[in-house]
């Protein structure tokens, strides 16, 4: 075993502390301890590691680019542990303790009301905090600690982390009733007129994952008007500006209502894949196969009730 001295981690804990508040009597509040205990620690940290953490020569407290990238280790180290402690402390009773999970904007109104009244009843104990973002965000969270799990559209470049798919979600093209911007009898994507299709704005992986999947042919199909959510592309496309795809979970959600919307079913392989995703190495995986049971199930559920009020 290696003599090597290593941070402690009251002493992670306090720089993920201070990386957070960016004030030291603030960070030692937090932390239950006096501002002079919790500067020492911080001093200590850095005589540890040999680098300089912290810029003390401002007003404001800013960290050094080390002491961000040690500080956002120190995050996920620290979260890590906290996970550990609450596997402990909950043995024998899954998917309970704190779970921190990130899910996307094209995902979350159509599928957590759902999920959340499972789970409820499934695993009261577990206490969910969620972050609602766009794909990098809530990855770049993961990585950092700050969240557990992410529930996202796959694919998605996912270094460091382990992926589960969990089904599939079609797209669907979406137009306004009696349009003339396209020939819905004779739908062809490769043959799409100039600025008729109406996407998200960059940054959703939604919009790359219709590009891709629904094989446009032309990027002079592209409109130039981005919206920023379903919501905002909807709202166009019912004005007739365009049309757009949108994936089938948000066509079975109340979206459309109150919209001439009509969707067409498109050939199979134009879809993108739900799945889960998690810091590799991660004490909590046994957990998280668990709330993938739950998301699948609650997707079938879905689809059924779909089936039911569609015969």
Known sequence: MSSRRLPTVKQLTYLVALEELRHFGHAAEQCFISQSAFSVAI?????LVGVQLVDRTNKSVALTAEGSLFARRARAVVAEIEAMS????????????RLKLGVIPTIAPFLLPALLTQLRSHYP?????IREEQTATIYQELLAGELDLLLLALPW???????????SDPFRLAYRRGTKKIDTAHYDPET?????????EDGHCLRDHALSACQIGASSAINSFKGSSLQTLVQMVDA??????????ACRSNLLAATDLQTLVLDRGASREIGLAWRSGTARE?????????????????????????S
């Open 192 to 200: 799409l007129p100039a600025g008729s299709v109406l996407l998200l």
């Open 43 to 47: 001093r200590e940290l850095e005589n």
């Open 86 to 97: 609450d596997a402990v402390a909950n043995a024998g009773e899954p998917l309970s303790g």
């Open 240 to 249: 007739d500006l365009g049309v757009t795809y949108l994936p089938e979970m």
């Open 157 to 167: 470049p996912l270094r460091h982390a382990q992926t589960r798919e969990l089904f």
């Open 125 to 129: 104990k577990l206490q969910l905090y």
């Open 286 to 310: 046994q957990d998280f196969d668990l709330f993938a049971q739950q998301v699948i199930e609650v997707h079938g559920q879905q689809i059924s009730i779909d089936k039911k009020n569609r």
